[in-house]
């Protein structure tokens, strides 16, 4: 049974930073590739980072130069680094696995990501 597991959310001032966290329960997690993606209230859920293999990433052009995506595969974790944050990047921050081996996506139960201005 895979699971995913996100963490690290909160509430955070303008220009603020965040550093949120995706464990990965899974068999061969360096094979895998994941995503961060949000959704605030009345929007659709949008991607902000994913990779593949080690640095292998692409960005949502409304995080680029502001978000880091990386892992560690000996953790089967992948971070989402949130430096100079804004009130619009207030949303739900999902985290999702897709399994090399048969592209089947685990999303996790999400994390609450809030910028005060």
């Known amino acids: 049974q895979v699971q995913v597991v996100e963490s690290g959310g909160g509430l955070v001032q303008a220009g603020g930073s965040l550093r949120l966290s995706c464990v990965v329960s899974t068999r061969i997690f360096s094979m895998n590739s994941i995503a961060w993606y949000r959704q605030a209230p009345g929007k659709q859920r949008e991607l902000v980072a994913d990779?593949?293999?080690?640095?292998?990433?692409t960005y949502g052009d409304s995080v680029k130069g502001r978000f880091t995506i990386s892992r560690d595969n000996a953790k089967n974790t992948v971070y989402l680094q949130m430096n100079s944050l804004k009130p619009e990047d207030t949303a739900v921050y999902y985290c999702?696995?897709?399994?090399?081996?048969?592209?089947?996506?685990?999303w996790g139960q999400g994390t609450q990501v809030t910028v005060s201005s």
């Open positions: 999702k696995n897709t399994e090399y081996w048969n592209l089947r996506d685990y």
């Open positions: 990779i593949t293999g080690s640095t292998g990433t």
